[in-house]
C-alpha cells in the first residue's frame, strides 16, 4: 500500500514550496493537481473557449488529455502531448483554472488520473479538494492556509523579485475573491477535512512549516515511536 499524504489550502498559502521541499526530504513522489488545473485553463484559453461558458467548457474537455511525468524529480504537466509546464504559472492562466474548476467535466477529467498516481507511489499532493474527495483515506491531511494578507505580501514579494509592477492591495484582493470562488462552489470546494490537521502560516517561516509537516508525517509512519495512529 502506498503511503499517502493531502495538502489543501487556499491560493498563496505556500502549499507547492512546502510539499516540495517536504517531499524530496521525505522520499515521496510530490503531485501538483493546480498545475493540471492549470493545464486545461491553457486549452480553454489557447482555444478562444469562454470559461464562463460550461458547455463550451465541457465540449473542449474532450478534445484535450492531461498527463504528468517527471523529469529530475520535478513534475512536468503535459497537455496533448505537449510540455506545457513554463506557460501556466501566469494570473491569466490562474483564473481560468480557478473559473472552470467548479464544472465536472473538468473535474472527472483529472479525478482517475490523481487517485492512480496515488497508488503508484508514496505521495504527497496539493491541492484544494485532495484530503476531501480525491483521498479521502489518505494517511495524513493538512489544511495549510494563512491569512489574506499574509498571503498578499508573500505573492508581491515574489512578483517585484521577478521585476513585474504591482500592487499589493490589488493582489489582496484578487486572493480574497480567488477563496471566495473556490471554497463555495457547489463540487468539490475548498474545506478543511474534518480529520485533516490545521496549520496556520501566517507566522511561521518556510522552514518552520516543513519541519512541523515533516513531523506530522514521521508520527504517521511509525506510530510506535511517536505516539501516533497504530
Ligand atoms: O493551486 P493553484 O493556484 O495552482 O490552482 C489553480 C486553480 O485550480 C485553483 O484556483 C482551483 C483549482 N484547483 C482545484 O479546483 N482543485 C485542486 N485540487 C487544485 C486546484
Known sequence: MSFQVAIDGPAG?????????????????YVD???????????FL????????????SNACRMLEVTISYQDGVQQVILNGENVSGQIRTEEVGSMASATSGYPAVREKLLML?????????VLMDGRDIGTCVLPD?????????????????????????GVECDLSEIERDIIERDQRDMTRELSPLKQAEDAILLDSSHMTLREVVDEIGRIIDTALSPADAG???
Not at 507547492?16 to 513522489?29: G, H, L, Q, W, Y
Request: hydrophobic fraction near 40%; charged fraction near 40%; proline fraction near 1%.
Open 13 to 29: 498559502a505556500g502549499k507547492s514550496t512546502v510539499a516540495k521541499i517536504v517531499a524530496a526530504e521525505k522520499n515521496f513522489i
Open 33 to 43: 493537481t493546480g498545475a493540471m488545473y492549470r493545464a486545461m485553463a491553457l486549452y
Open 46 to 57: 489557447r482555444n478562444g473557449i469562454d470559461g464562463k461558458d460550461e458547455a463550451a467548457v
Open 114 to 122: 490523481q487517485r492512480r498516481l496515488a497508488r503508484e507511489a508514496d
Open 138 to 162: 489518505a494517511d495524513v491531511k493538512i489544511y495549510l492556509t494563512a491569512d489574506s494578507l499574509e498571503r498578499a505580501k508573500r505573492r508581491y514579494k515574489e512578483l517585484k523579485e521577478k
Open 228 to 230: 501516533g495512529r497504530p
